[in-house]
């Protein structure tokens, strides 16, 4: 058993099994700070022709969780034994055609949902490489995919041509080629333009934004993010929606943001708690929101810090819900405590480029992953320095939260550029 893990599962009461023995928690603070990053734990990604960088990236939910699961530029799913002494993949899944953006593990057995630039979504067995069932119906890239956590058969995608779409594989129709999802949401994330015309003061169109984001809360309702409507939107999915040009279809809910007012801002990814209670959305105003979404009473939590300039920010949650990891342009991670809003407590710079997916360790707090555009995929995890007795093994490690790392101000022209949600020419992004 490894030594550091264990005690910072006593630490926090939580069961060898992973379940929540108590939610009296205390401060991992200590941990986090000796996190490193050694040269055996550095993964590059590479293609057919050369190295690629890696989209997506998460941890098997179940015992074998120290699987992870690497989603590629070209379309293939690397699977890397983060425990093992051999730097190298322990499989390959060439998955899809193009680009794969998000991926998502089934929490109860070892299959793996992948949502591709190809325009499907699949569901893979990955002991035996088989591909279970292909889900075709969006007519661009699919951006986000999440599962249900209370069924797991149930799961739904968020795509460029604005569209949600709500898949349960138990459907008996559900054959290796599948396209009727149970629930269709169109123009999901429709913003208004006006437009001026010859002899009228001006025209209002609805112009389609791409999903972002999607998450599950529980079976019943669903939160989705646009990139540029600058909003968050909560679904009930026992409803019925209908779109047209004379009317879009109305959420449960909408939680705006200060970023909302801002033209072009939207978010980049979203994550709820393990109680399912607070939301966590990274925006392209360089902030993280926190939304309550059991009151649903205003809640001005706000983390800064990052720099978002690009829709494949991420972030997320450790499974305690103590701490806070998102991806920044700025070629950092960062880390926040959730109780503190504000800046980081730590920041990561192992990246030499932007870092966009990251992932926690689902029972384990001591280690996470971070993944850039330099194509590398860094694995992070506590360690004793003093106990490595070569220094070049070290590739980087955890320090507290500098001002001076980030030479950019926060406002709201700053000369970044924002990924289009209107250009899908190519079907990859």
């Not at 050694?38 to 179940?62: H, M, N, Q």
């Not at 093994?393 to 790392?405: R, T």
């Amino acid at each position: 058993m490894l030594l550091l893990p264990f005690l910072n599962c006593r630490q926090i009461g939580v069961t060898s099994q992973g379940t929540h023995a108590s939610y009296n928690r205390l401060n991992s603070d200590n941990l986090l700070s000796r996190l490193v990053c050694l040269r055996k734990d550095v993964y590059t990604i590479t293609g057919e022709e050369s190295e690629v960088p890696p989209f997506a990236c998460k941890f098997r939910k179940d015992k074998d969780s120290d699987l992870l699961a690497v989603a590629s530029e070209d379309g293939d799913i690397l699977f890397y034994d983060t425990n093992s002494k051999e730097q190298k993949c322990v499989k390959c899944l060439s998955a899809h055609r193009n680009a794969i953006f998000d991926i998502c593990w089934l929490p109860d057995r070892p299959h793996l949902l992948t949502a591709s630039g190809d325009h499907k979504a699949a569901l893979w067995d990955v002991s035996s490489s088989r591909l279970i069932t292909s889900f075709r119906k969006h007519t661009a890239s699919i951006k986000s995919i999440d599962v249900c956590p209370e069924q797991s058969a149930i799961f739904v995608t968020g795509s460029r041509d604005g569209v949600i779409n709500v898949w349960d594989t138990r459907e008996k129709k559900c054959t290796m080629l599948y396209d009727k999802p149970v629930i269709t949401i169109e123009n999901a994330h429709c913003r208004k333009t006006f437009l001026p015309i010859k002899g009228k003061k001006h025209s209002c169109k609805d112009v389609k934004s791409s999903v972002s984001s999607v998450a599950f809360q529980d079976i019943h309702n669903l939160a989705s993010a646009g990139v540029a409507d600058g909003v968050v939107k909560i679904w009930d999915l026992r409803k019925t929606y209908i779109s047209s040009h004379l009317c879009i279809p109305a959420p449960r809910h909408m939680l705006g943001y200060s970023g909302a007012n801002v033209s072009g801002h939207g978010c980049t990814s979203l994550s709820f708690d393990s109680r399912r209670k607070m939301l966590y959305a990274c925006s392209t105003d360089h902030k993280i929101h926190r939304f309550d979404c059991h009151s649903y009473i205003k809640d001005a939590f706000t983390y800064e810090g990052l720099k978002c300039g690009t829709y494949f920010v991420k972030l997320a949650l450790s499974y305690d819900d103590q701490y806070l990891l998102c991806g920044s342009s700025d070629d950092a991670a960062y880390i926040w405590k959730t109780t503190k809003p504000g800046l980081p407590v730590f920041e990561l710079l192992g990246h030499s480029a932007e870092v966009t997916s990251v992932t926690w360790s689902p029972y384990d707090v001591t280690k996470l992953v971070t993944s850039g555009d330099d194509n590398k995929v860094l694995v992070w995890k506590t360690a004793n320095l003093e106990s490595i007795t070569d220094d070049s093994e070290i590739v980087s490690s955890c320090a507290l939260y500098s001002k001076d790392h980030c030479a950019w101000e926060d406002d709201d022209d700053d000369g970044w550029e924002y990924e289009s949600d209107d250009t899908d020419s190519s079907g990859s992004y």
